[in-house]
């Protein structure tokens, strides 16, 4: 059974930093895109970021580029969500994922994502 289960969020101040963490389980992962989402109280999932299976290319939403980094480890079984600069705007609760089917891509669009984890917390107070 495929199981996605993230880890580090809380809370933080406007201007801290946390890392986000999730440790997939159940098949292979390296072969496979991951990407973050989130989703705010009374608001739709957006995409966050998204990183393809060698780790060597990544994209961002606009609203967090520059302050939010996606990495793996293939060897961990593992996706990394580092956060800098938060603001407010920032809080949700965070999900990762991963996708249908293998291959070079990193989808931006939570159709394309298979397995989700339960989600974490993140709140960025003022």
């Known amino acids: 059974q495929v199981q996605l289960v993230e880890s580090g969020g809380g809370l933080v101040q406007a201007g801290g930093s946390l890392r986000l963490s999730c440790a997939a389980s159940g098949r292979t992962f390296d072969n496979y895109a991951m990407g973050w989402f989130r989703q705010a109280p009374g608001k739709e999932r957006d995409f966050v970021a998204a990183i393809n299976w060698s780790g060597h290319s990544t994209t961002y939403a606009n609203s967090v580029k520059g302050r939010f980094t996606i990495s793996r480890d293939n060897a961990k079984n593992a996706v990394y969500l580092q956060m800098n600069s938060l603001k407010p705007e920032d809080t949700a609760v965070y999900y990762c994922?991963?996708?249908?089917?293998?291959?070079?891509?990193?989808?931006?669009?939570?159709?394309?994502?298979?397995?989700w984890g339960q989600g974490t917390q993140v709140t960025v107070s003022s």
């Open positions: 994922a991963t996708t249908y089917a293998p291959g070079s891509w990193y989808p931006i669009r939570d159709h394309e994502y298979r397995y």
